[in-house]
């Protein structure tokens, strides 16, 4: 008996020198002090702790108030964003539930000291800001206005910013000088600030419900027909003096799906996209 006992001691004090042996080779060694910890498990706790939550997505439409901005407010309203917009009349008339989930500013983008705080906490903006008028007044706004946004949201560290531009119409670009120079000279200062973030959509005629008070224009009447024929009809375009003018129209419900993706979808590629691009990414899926 006593010779038996010996031999399951002396059996299990081998089994641990080999254990300890094993260990040991690896380059580790795990004492049985309680007061001692593995020092691996150490980093591994510490990489769990202070996790900061995903940033919140704040969009700031400008122009959130006219045809192609209120589509877009209500398109990143449905997306679950957070939407703040800025214009010169600040909240529209429009009578439906997504108006109230949005928060609007009041501003002039041609006197900073009036909009500037609307820029706080905002990850991406979109510029539907534009209009007619003398050639100087055209320029100003669809040129200068977009300028002053595009520097200042470079200077607050805004991530993306998506220029609602316009397609060339060749001829009709003399006649309406003001309007194309100034779209020109915002699209130049936003691939040059935004660089790795900017984003201009060049449309032509976008046709959609347009509110005029309280009437409702449905252009889709015109406009619908005409993209179904012109989207096939791209070798026109080619035509001198007058191809511009085959430019198919497109539907605001295309033109603000791609800008909200491309306000906020970090592998949206930056740079131009015409119109044929436009109804190429509004029929894609978002990459998830």
Same mark, same amino acid.
């Given at each position: ?9 002396? @059996? ?5 020198? +080999? ?5 040991s ?24 702790l ?15 108030n ?19 917009? +800025? ?7 429009i009578?439906? @539930? ?6 609007w ?6 006197? @900073?000291?009036?909009?500037?705080? !609307? +820029? ?24 200068t !206005?977009?300028?002053? !946004? ?15 531009s316009?397609?060339?119409?060749? +001829?009709?670009?003399?006649l ?41 224009l ?8 005409l993209?179904?024929v ?15 003018l ?12 791609? !800008? ?29």
């Open positions: 008996m006593t010779s038996l006992t010996s031999r399951l001691i002396h @059996s299990r004090t081998s089994l641990s020198k +080999l254990y300890t042996m094993a260990v080779s690896n380059g580790r060694y795990l004492s049985t002090d309680s007061n001692k910890v593995d020092e691996p498990f150490k980093v591994e706790e510490a990489e769990t202070n996790v900061p939550p995903p940033p919140t997505e704040k969009l700031l439409v400008l122009g959130g006219g045809f192609v901005g209120s589509h877009i407010c209500k398109e990143a309203v449905d997306r679950g964003l957070t939407v703040a917009s +800025l214009s010169r009349s600040g909240r529209p008339s009578q439906e @539930s997504w108006v109230n989930n949005v928060i500013h009041q501003g002039n983008l041609l006197s @900073s000291d009036s909009w500037m705080q !609307a +820029l706080n906490g905002v990850t991406s903006v979109i510029s539907c800001v534009g209009g007619f008028g003398s050639q100087s007044y055209m320029y100003k706004i669809n040129g !206005a977009n300028i002053n !946004a595009i520097r200042a949201a470079s200077e607050k560290g805004v991530k993306r910013f998506v220029y609602i316009a397609a060339d119409f060749g +001829l009709v670009n003399y309406l000088q003001g309007y194309y120079e100034g779209k020109k000279a915002a699209e130049t200062e936003l691939l040059t600030k935004f660089a790795y973030g900017g984003v201009v959509l060049r449309p032509g005629f976008i046709y959609g419900t347009r509110n005029v008070g309280s009437v409702k449905p252009l889709g009447v015109i406009g619908s027909p993209e179904m012109l989207q096939h009809a791209k070798p026109l375009k080619q035509l001198p003096l007058v191809g511009p085959f430019t198919p129209p497109v539907s605001v419900t295309a033109v603000v799906k791609v !800008a909200v993706r491309a306000a906020t979808d970090p592998v949206f590629p930056p740079g131009i996209v015409d119109v044929y691009g436009i109804l190429r990414y509004s029929q894609q899926q978002r990459a998830t």
